[in-house]
């Protein structure tokens, strides 16, 4: 929902997973998101925008890793 301004004004924006293209409930604790620096490819130095991936728990447990 938008207010007369056009801005967003909803308590809760619902993600979708990046992996699975599944919407990532309220209730899915497990999920994350990560933003990751875009980089300037001739300097190494971070440009000011971000690339946003949402993951959903389903997809996390899926993945084994090698932590403790």
Sequence with gaps: MQNEQGEFVDMYIPRKCSASN??????????IQINFADV???TGRMTGSYTTF???GGIR???SYQGR
């Design 22 to 31: 599944r919407i990532i409930s309220a209730k899915d604790h497990a999920s």
């Design 40 to 42: 300037d490819t001739t």
């Design 54 to 56: 949402a993951i959903c």
């Design 61 to 63: 447990r899926m993945v």
